[in-house]
T-cell receptor
Framework: GENVEQHPSTLSVQEGDSAVIKCTYS??????FPWYKQELGKRPQLIID?????GEKKDQRIAVTLNKTAKHFSLHITETQPEDSAVYFC???????????FGSGTRLSIRP | GAVVSQHPSWVICKSGTSVKIECRSL??????MFWYRQFPKQSLMLMAT?????????EQGVEKDKFLINHASLTLSTLTVTSAHPEDSSFYIC??????????????FGSGTRLTVV
């Protein structure tokens, strides 16, 4: 089955700097890659997603890149702010009726 | 739109008792519901996939007789933790697949249930 690996497990950056979180997936049939932000005790919130027909997507300070050949995808957050502090999960899915498999998560801390 | 309402948000039960968690899709029909479990500081681990009107598909290592899933209608899926033990204490969360106006699909999550077994 699909396996999603995520790095780093923790990340601390200075406010205003950029943060990058990387994921790899194992199943080449995966075609949907969402990123979620989760605050303690709450549901995951979708922050951006990318499908396999594009290589990059951007939404204000957040961007995601996808390399299908290498089976890598990354989340980039620029101009980080204190409210960006949370746990971020990458995930992968193979199709419209398929389950999402989550990465292990990255705890992002923004230093003031 | 595409809201999944999950109840209860938290529950404390005694060892050996059963607990039912409900997820309702409020403004769409959820043909497929995914159930996840999340232990503290860990990722969301898929437990099972339920399809309306059919038996759930359980992930390897998940006891189907302990975690009973029912998806009898297009708007309601339930997870019952039977004979709960302290090691079942966790955050349980459901997720439904949603088809967007663009034709693309996404997933929407319930708010989660914090289960504590004492």
């Amino acid at each position: 089955g699909e396996n999603v690996e995520q790095h780093p497990s923790t990340l601390s950056v200075q406010e205003g700097d950029s943060a990058v979180i990387k994921c790899t997936y194992s199943d080449s049939a995966s075609n949907y890659f969402p990123w979620y932000k989760q605050e303690l005790g709450k549901r995951p919130q979708l922050i951006i997603d990318i499908r396999s027909n594009v290589g990059e997507k951007k939404d204000q300070r957040i961007a995601v890149t996808l390399n299908k050949t290498a089976k890598h995808f990354s989340l980039h957050i620029t101009e980080t702010q204190p409210e960006d502090s949370a746990v971020y999960f990458c995930a992968a899915s193979k199709g419209s009726a398929s389950k999402i498999i989550f990465g292990s998560g990255t705890r992002l801390s923004i230093r003031p | 739109g595409a809201v999944v309402s999950q109840h209860p948000s938290w529950v404390i039960c005694k060892s050996g008792t059963s607990v039912k968690i409900e997820c309702r899709s409020l403004d769409f029909q959820a043909t497929t519901m995914f159930w996840y479990r999340q232990f503290p500081k860990q990722s969301l681990m898929l437990m099972a996939t339920s399809n309306e009107g059919s038996k759930a598909t359980y992930e390897q290592g998940v006891e189907k007789d302990k975690f009973l899933i029912n998806h009898a209608s297009l708007t309601l899926s339930t997870l019952t933790v039977t004979s709960a033990h302290p090691e079942d204490s966790s955050f349980y969360i459901c997720s439904a697949r949603v088809v967007k106006r663009t034709g693309n699909y996404g997933y929407t999550f319930g708010s989660g249930t914090r289960l504590t077994v004492v």
